[in-house]
């Protein structure tokens, strides 16, 4: 069936350094991809998505393009913040088996931005 | 402004007990989710509804129990059956995955 991996973390950064969370995903057809962030106790937030290959989503300084070739969607920053300490999620809809019913997570990756 | 709400942010039970977790929605989305989340854990689909009136059994459905009468509202029970409740409870909403989902802030849920 259709599954996002991500890298296991914690990641653990010093501010302003540069950010990348692998994601790769399985699936046939041409699913749509997307990054979430979870701060800690609250819900998760959509941080950007991409719906098609070489499409590149991007929100508040973090970027990931839609790699169709290497099936993956690596999440990217160049300067960490402290703010940005949270747990980052990797998702997919739109696979040839899981249709867009629901997404697929992958199980997250924490991020720790020290001062 | 639209939004998804989850209430209670905090909910304690003892044990045995029944305890229902509301989500409401005012997006006009068709489709609603519940997931569970444990410390340091990925999510996991509890129950998802495309319409009013009709849900399916996600991964670990055992021990829970949904309605879904109106659009607006997708309560989530969790029974006496469900051996280990105590966990943080998300409940999400869709107009198309294609566009991602809507979450909500969440209910901690801790049963003593």
């Known amino acids: 069936g259709d599954s996002v991996t991500q890298m296991e973390g914690p990641v653990t950064l010093s501010e302003e350094a540069f950010l990348t969370i692998n994601c790769t995903y399985t699936a046939t057809g041409y699913p749509s991809l997307f990054w979430y962030v979870q701060y800690p106790g609250e819900g998760l937030q959509l941080l950007l998505k991409a719906t098609k290959a070489d499409d590149k989503g991007s929100n508040k300084g973090f970027e990931a393009t839609y790699r169709k070739e290497t099936t993956s969607f690596h999440l990217e920053k160049g300067s960490v913040q402290v703010s940005d300490s949270a747990v980052y999620f990797c998702?997919?809809?739109?696979?040839?088996?899981?249709?867009?019913?629901?997404?697929?997570f992958g199980t997250g990756t924490r991020l720790l931005v020290s001062p | 402004d639209g939004g998804i709400t989850q209430s209670p942010k905090y909910l304690f039970r003892k044990e045995g007990q029944n305890v229902t977790l509301s989500c409401e929605q005012n997006l006009n989305h068709d489709a609603m989710y519940w997931y569970r989340q444990d410390p340091g854990q990925g999510l996991r689909l509890i129950y998802y509804?495309?319409?009013?009136?009709?849900?399916q059994k996600g991964d670990i459905a055992e021990g829970y129990s949904v309605s879904r009468e109106k659009k607006e509202s997708f309560p989530l029970t969790v029974t006496s059956a469900q051996k280990n409740p105590t966990a943080f409870y998300l409940c999400?909403?869709?107009?198309?995955?294609?566009?991602?989902?809507?979450f909500g802030s969440g209910t901690r849920l801790t049963v003593v």
């Open positions: 509804s495309q319409i009013v009136n009709d849900f």
């Open positions: 999400a909403s869709s107009t198309g995955t294609y566009y991602g989902y809507t």
């Open positions: 998702a997919l809809s739109g696979g040839t088996n899981t249709g867009f019913q629901k997404l697929v």
